[in-house]
């Protein structure tokens, strides 16, 4: 057997990306979605639309030269790279409390201590509950009074403990941001993507997966020099 081989085995398998619709939330500045027909049945013999959306849409991954100018964009990931383990560590009660709340490197010691170390080259995603309220704008973004936004999200210093001690592959998240809402920096976006990691945000179904043992397959559009793409992740469980 060619022992660069692999066996996935799994008992059903999730979708985690949203679907796409003209009324999905959207970060300000990025352009509306937006469908038209071009070709019906009746007329033509077959159905066909266009459509129209941001990089940075929907359930997506960030590419390295969204943050860093001459670096890789979206088709320079390999085939390899997109299909990974992913592990997920549930901080809803947390962020139910307080909608500003960032993982801690306690917060990840603390799930090792149940689950065992993280495995090196996973995607290491945050179930924060924010998916459930993907329907409803205002409460997605949570915007204060000055347009501040409050979602929950990764801590620098527990990224850098990730990437360096556990040597993850990327991030996943089911808000905007792998950067909570109301840190305009992107410093958790840079650092990673600094390192032509993964990122993934507005993710959904986080609730079906278990702390480890799935496996994700993350189908980008392989857009030339892209800064990002929409993406459809599946993930396959044990």
Not at 208 to 219: D, E, K, R, S, V
């Amino acid at each position: 057997m060619n022992k660069n081989s692999h066996t996935i085995t799994y008992s059903k398998i999730i979708h985690l990306s949203h679907i796409i619709d003209i009324d999905i939330p959207q970060w300000t500045g990025d352009p509306p979605v937006e469908f038209s027909t071009v070709a019906n049945i009746p007329e033509d013999g077959y159905y066909l639309r266009r459509f129209s959306l941001g990089e940075h849409s929907a359930t997506h991954m960030n590419a390295p030269n969204s943050f860093h100018q001459h670096d890789i964009g979206i088709d320079q990931y390999s085939a390899e790279s997109l299909v990974l383990p992913g592990v997920v560590i549930d901080v809803c009660e947390a962020a139910q409390l307080n909608p500003d709340y960032v993982l801690t490197i306690a917060d990840i010691l603390a799930w090792e201590e149940k689950n065992g170390e993280i495995p090196a080259g996973s995607l290491v995603i945050l179930y924060t509950g924010w998916q459930d309220k993907w329907l409803d704008k205002n409460a997605f973004f949570n915007r204060d009074s000055q347009g501040i936004m409050h979602f929950p999200g990764f801590s620098y210093d527990a990224t850098q403990f990730l990437w360096e001690k556990r040597q993850i592959a990327g991030l996943g998240i089911d808000t905007h941001g792998v950067d909570p809402g109301k840190d305009q920096t992107f410093d958790i976006n840079s650092l990673v993507l600094a390192q032509q990691g993964i990122i993934l945000e507005n993710l959904t179904n986080l609730n079906q997966l278990p702390a480890t043992g799935t496996t994700l397959m993350i189908g980008i559009l392989r857009l030339r020099d892209g800064s990002g793409s929409p993406v459809g992740v599946l993930a396959l469980i044990p």
